[in-house]
Nanobody
């Protein structure tokens, strides 16, 4: 089992910045990729940014040039630096990981509990 714990959310004014962190723990063998999603509807989450094991990154068009995803392998932690925040960025942000947690080496999908980001006008 892999546990993901997010932190760093909060309330900021438009144009401000926040840095989200996601720490992975538990019986973690390896991580294939990690990413950040945000809840856009009651049932839908959209990809904000992701990073793979070879450090390939991917961003939603709406956050390119404003957000930066990075990771620290030694700490099993992924970060999302969010700059020039807009009210449209307001959402519950979730950390996601594709990882193996046992000797079967099966890659599974894991989610954190979410951290709220609110951007005021």
């Amino acid at each position: 089992q892999v546990y993901l714990v997010e932190s760093g959310g909060g309330l900021v004014q438009a144009g401000g910045s926040l840095r989200l962190s996601c720490a992975a723990s538990g019986t973690l063998f390896s991580i294939s990729s990690m990413g950040w999603y945000r809840q856009v509807t009651e049932t839908q989450r959209e990809l904000v940014a992701s990073i793979t094991s070879d450090d390939t990154t991917n961003y939603a068009d709406s956050v390119k040039e404003r957000f930066t995803i990075s990771r620290d392998r030694s700490k099993n932690t992924v970060y999302l630096q969010m700059n020039s925040l807009k009210p449209e960025d307001t959402a519950l942000y979730y950390c996601n990981a594709h990882a193996t947690a046992d000797t079967s080496w099966t890659v599974r999908n894991y989610w954190g509990q979410g951290t709220q980001v609110t951007v005021s006008s």
